[in-house]
């Protein structure tokens, strides 16, 4: 199996059990993803993924311009760089898509769902679940980049913010995908010319 085959198969795969146990809250809530974007909602999601890429961006130069070994560094090297280089440009889109709505259906919409139903505030479920978003990107690896955990917290934190300020998973969807296809594109991009 050839490494692309093995990133679209886990993608694949891993997604498609966060769709999985987001049923329940897929099937209670009646959400409508085809009817539930407005204009307003595209527009912030747009807005957010851009200003994220861009601080993401600037803050990824300025650790990688550091002569000190640091975890993000390794992760760009090891993981990031030869990840992307081998995708194609469906397959990127493909990637983003696919993360960009199962883990927002998720982690902000199915899991804090279930907490409040527990009796848990809005604000604690999302704090919850965003925990659980930041440290789901580093199974397996949380001793090489577990510090990096508290970055994620705070994406997820917009992303909960998103969903919140607008009362629909849709902005964050937009958000998440987006830069995640805007940052594997930059990668895929890098890597052709390193």
């Known amino acids: 199996m050839k490494p692309t085959q093995s990133v ?3 993608a694949l ?9 987001s049923l329940p809250w897929l099937l209670h809530s009646g959400w409508d993803p085809v009817c539930a974007a407005s204009g307003a909602m595209v527009a912030a999601g747009t807005v957010a993924a851009l200003l994220l890429f861009g601080l993401s961006f600037r803050w990824i130069e ?5 002569e000190k070994p640091s975890a ?4 760009y090297k090891e993981v990031l760089l030869p990840l ?7 397959e990127i889109f493909l990637i983003a898509f696919l993360s960009g709505t199962a883990e927002e259906i998720l982690f902000r919409g199915a899991i804090p769902w279930y907490l409040t139903s527990l009796g848990f505030g809005t604000l604690l479920a999302h704090g919850v679940s965003n925990f659980a978003f930041a440290s789901v990107h580093f199974i397996g690896s949380f001793r090489e980049f577990g510090r990096l955990i508290p970055m ?7 992303l909960s913010w998103l969903a919140l300020s607008f009362d629909s998973l849709m ?5 998440h995908g987006l830069v995640n296809f805007l940052s594997l594109s930059l ?7 390193s």
């Not at 993000?72 to 992760?75: I, P, Q, S």
């Not at 990668?187 to 010319?193: A, E, N, P, T, Y």
């Open 152 to 158: 994620y917290f705070c994406v997820g934190c917009l």
């Open 8 to 10: 679209l198969l886990i």
């Open 62 to 66: 300025a650790l990688l311009s550091h």
């Open 84 to 90: 992307a280089s081998s995708l194609s440009g469906r």
């Open 72 to 75: 993000y560094r390794r992760l």
């Open 13 to 21: 795969v891993g997604e498609g059990a966060l769709y999985i146990l």
């Open 171 to 175: 902005p964050a969807m937009i958000c």
């Open 187 to 193: 990668l895929k991009i890098r890597s052709q010319s």
